[in-house]
Protein backbone atom coordinates (compact mmCIF):
# COMPACT_ATOMS: atom_id res chain seq x y z
CA UNK A 1 0.00 0.00 0.00
CA UNK A 2 1.31 3.14 -1.15
CA UNK A 3 -0.36 6.53 0.26
CA UNK A 4 -1.82 8.50 -2.50
CA UNK A 5 -1.25 12.73 -3.20
CA UNK A 6 -4.28 13.25 -0.86
CA UNK A 7 -2.62 11.00 2.07
CA UNK A 8 0.54 10.91 4.11
CA UNK A 9 2.30 8.72 6.50
CA UNK A 10 2.69 9.76 9.74
CA UNK A 11 5.25 7.33 11.42
CA UNK A 12 6.16 6.99 15.12
CA UNK A 13 9.73 7.46 15.99
CA UNK A 14 10.22 9.71 12.97
CA UNK A 15 12.75 12.18 13.32
CA UNK A 16 11.41 16.21 13.24
CA UNK A 17 12.42 18.79 11.13
CA UNK A 18 12.14 22.79 11.32
CA UNK A 19 12.24 25.06 8.52
CA UNK A 20 16.26 25.83 10.35
CA UNK A 21 17.11 22.58 11.43
CA UNK A 22 16.65 19.81 13.18
CA UNK A 23 13.66 19.75 16.17
CA UNK A 24 13.63 16.12 17.52
CA UNK A 25 11.83 13.44 17.09
CA UNK A 26 8.25 11.80 16.85
CA UNK A 27 6.96 9.93 20.13
CA UNK A 28 2.97 9.90 20.11
CA UNK A 29 0.20 10.22 17.58
CA UNK A 30 -2.95 12.30 19.34
CA UNK A 31 -6.01 11.21 17.63
CA UNK A 32 -9.95 11.87 18.02
CA UNK A 33 -10.82 7.80 18.16
CA UNK A 34 -14.67 8.35 17.59
CA UNK A 35 -13.82 10.58 14.50
CA UNK A 36 -10.94 8.81 13.72
CA UNK A 37 -8.65 11.60 13.25
CA UNK A 38 -5.36 12.79 13.84
CA UNK A 39 -5.08 15.79 15.30
CA UNK A 40 -1.61 16.81 16.66
CA UNK A 41 1.88 14.95 17.24
CA UNK A 42 4.38 14.71 20.02
CA UNK A 43 7.77 16.21 19.35
CA UNK A 44 10.52 16.13 22.18
CA UNK A 45 13.21 18.07 21.45
CA UNK A 46 17.10 17.05 22.07
CA UNK A 47 17.21 19.78 25.19
CA UNK A 48 18.47 18.78 28.08
CA UNK A 49 16.63 17.45 29.52
CA UNK A 50 14.07 16.48 26.92
CA UNK A 51 10.74 18.88 26.17
CA UNK A 52 7.88 17.52 24.54
CA UNK A 53 5.36 19.17 22.46
CA UNK A 54 1.74 19.05 21.63
CA UNK A 55 2.28 20.00 17.80
CA UNK A 56 -1.12 20.54 15.73
CA UNK A 57 -1.02 18.45 13.00
CA UNK A 58 -1.46 21.31 10.31
CA UNK A 59 1.99 22.90 11.29
CA UNK A 60 3.03 19.08 9.20
CA UNK A 61 4.33 20.26 5.79
CA UNK A 62 5.40 16.94 4.62
CA UNK A 63 6.21 13.37 5.60
CA UNK A 64 8.56 10.55 4.25
CA UNK A 65 9.07 6.89 5.91
CA UNK A 66 11.47 8.08 8.47
CA UNK A 67 11.13 12.09 8.47
CA UNK A 68 8.68 14.69 9.41
CA UNK A 69 9.11 17.96 8.03
CA UNK A 70 7.32 21.18 9.78
CA UNK A 71 6.46 24.52 8.98
CA UNK A 72 8.01 26.73 11.38
CA UNK A 73 11.66 26.62 12.98
CA UNK A 74 13.32 25.71 15.75
CA UNK A 75 12.13 28.53 17.83
CA UNK A 76 8.79 28.16 17.28
CA UNK A 77 8.51 24.48 18.10
CA UNK A 78 9.83 25.38 21.55
CA UNK A 79 7.49 27.94 22.20
CA UNK A 80 4.63 25.47 21.72
CA UNK A 81 2.94 23.75 24.51
CA UNK A 82 4.22 21.31 26.09
CA UNK A 83 3.03 17.88 26.27
CA UNK A 84 3.41 16.80 29.61
CA UNK A 85 4.03 19.58 32.33
CA UNK A 86 4.29 19.62 36.00
CA UNK A 87 2.37 21.58 38.15
CA UNK A 88 3.49 21.50 41.64
CA UNK A 89 1.15 21.05 44.61
CA UNK A 90 1.49 20.70 48.14
CA UNK A 91 4.82 20.23 49.69
CA UNK A 92 6.28 20.64 46.22
CA UNK A 93 5.18 17.13 44.61
CA UNK A 94 4.78 17.30 41.26
CA UNK A 95 1.47 16.29 39.38
CA UNK A 96 2.52 15.55 35.42
CA UNK A 97 -0.07 15.97 33.83
CA UNK A 98 -0.57 14.70 29.94
CA UNK A 99 -1.65 18.02 27.75
CA UNK A 100 -4.01 16.68 25.56
CA UNK A 101 -7.38 18.20 24.64
CA UNK A 102 -10.62 16.37 25.97
CA UNK A 103 -12.24 13.05 23.98
CA UNK A 104 -8.55 12.60 22.63
CA UNK A 105 -5.75 9.84 23.08
CA UNK A 106 -2.09 9.65 22.99
CA UNK A 107 -0.45 6.64 20.78
CA UNK A 108 2.88 6.04 21.30
CA UNK A 109 5.39 3.33 18.83
CA UNK A 110 4.64 0.00 19.63
CA UNK A 111 1.53 0.02 20.76
CA UNK A 112 -0.07 -3.74 20.66
CA UNK A 113 -2.14 -4.40 17.66
CA UNK A 114 -4.95 -7.11 18.43
CA UNK A 115 -6.46 -9.35 16.48
CA UNK A 116 -9.64 -11.43 17.61
CA UNK A 117 -7.56 -14.33 18.05
CA UNK A 118 -4.59 -12.89 19.82
CA UNK A 119 -1.94 -10.48 19.28
CA UNK A 120 -0.82 -9.36 15.57
CA UNK A 121 2.06 -6.85 15.95
CA UNK A 122 2.54 -3.56 16.93
CA UNK A 123 1.53 0.36 15.54
CA UNK A 124 4.44 1.73 13.85
CA UNK A 125 2.28 5.08 11.69
CA UNK A 126 -0.92 6.22 10.62
CA UNK A 127 -1.89 7.05 6.78
CA UNK A 128 -4.34 10.23 7.02
CA UNK A 129 -5.87 12.17 4.63
CA UNK A 130 -3.74 15.71 3.89
CA UNK A 131 -6.14 18.20 4.45
CA UNK A 132 -9.03 16.39 6.79
CA UNK A 133 -6.16 14.47 9.29
CA UNK A 134 -8.51 11.47 9.09
CA UNK A 135 -6.97 8.03 9.43
CA UNK A 136 -7.58 5.44 6.49
CA UNK A 137 -5.11 3.28 7.63
CA UNK A 138 -2.79 1.94 10.41
CA UNK A 139 0.63 0.82 9.88
CA UNK A 140 1.45 -2.24 12.05
CA UNK A 141 4.81 -4.38 11.85
CA UNK A 142 4.67 -8.10 12.14
CA UNK A 143 6.21 -10.77 12.29
CA UNK A 144 9.12 -11.56 14.50
CA UNK A 145 12.90 -10.40 13.71
CA UNK A 146 13.81 -12.45 10.46
CA UNK A 147 10.43 -12.09 9.41
CA UNK A 148 9.37 -8.50 10.22
CA UNK A 149 7.40 -6.11 7.53
CA UNK A 150 4.85 -3.74 7.78
CA UNK A 151 1.22 -4.17 6.84
CA UNK A 152 -1.07 -0.80 6.10
CA UNK A 153 -4.92 -2.05 7.73
CA UNK A 154 -7.63 -0.46 6.85
CA UNK A 155 -9.00 1.51 10.02
CA UNK A 156 -12.17 0.63 9.15
CA UNK A 157 -11.24 -2.78 10.68
CA UNK A 158 -9.72 -0.65 14.21
CA UNK A 159 -13.05 -1.68 16.09
CA UNK A 160 -11.50 0.04 19.08
CA UNK A 161 -8.56 2.26 20.42
CA UNK A 162 -7.03 2.96 23.76
CA UNK A 163 -3.24 4.71 24.24
CA UNK A 164 -1.75 1.38 23.84
CA UNK A 165 -3.64 -0.66 22.37
CA UNK A 166 -5.41 -1.18 19.19
CA UNK A 167 -8.38 -3.81 18.89
CA UNK A 168 -9.32 -5.30 15.15
CA UNK A 169 -12.11 -6.75 13.80
CA UNK A 170 -9.93 -9.33 11.61
CA UNK A 171 -8.20 -12.53 12.79
CA UNK A 172 -4.50 -12.96 12.07
CA UNK A 173 -5.09 -15.17 9.14
CA UNK A 174 -7.06 -12.02 7.54
CA UNK A 175 -4.38 -9.44 8.57
CA UNK A 176 -1.87 -11.99 6.72
CA UNK A 177 -3.73 -12.18 3.19
CA UNK A 178 -3.67 -8.27 3.15
CA UNK A 179 -1.26 -6.35 0.95
CA UNK A 180 2.76 -6.16 2.28
CA UNK A 181 4.06 -2.86 2.19
CA UNK A 182 7.51 -2.50 0.28
CA UNK A 183 9.87 -1.94 2.97
CA UNK A 184 12.08 1.69 3.10
CA UNK A 185 9.31 3.85 0.84
CA UNK A 186 9.30 7.33 1.15
CA UNK A 187 5.50 8.16 1.12
CA UNK A 188 5.74 11.76 -0.08
Known sequence: MSA????RILPL???VQCTDGHGGSVIRLIVEPLARRLTHIVVQDDTVPAVEHLVPAARIAETTHDLVTLDCTQDT???IEPYPFAEFEADHIPLVTEHIPPGELAIRRGAQVVAIDGHAGELTAFVVDRASGRISSI???LGHWL????QAIPIATVEGIDSDTLYLTLAREEIA???VMPPRRHYD
Open 4 to 7: GPTQ
Open 13 to 15: GAR
Open 77 to 79: LMA
Open 139 to 141: VVQ
Open 147 to 150: TKHE
Open 177 to 179: ALP
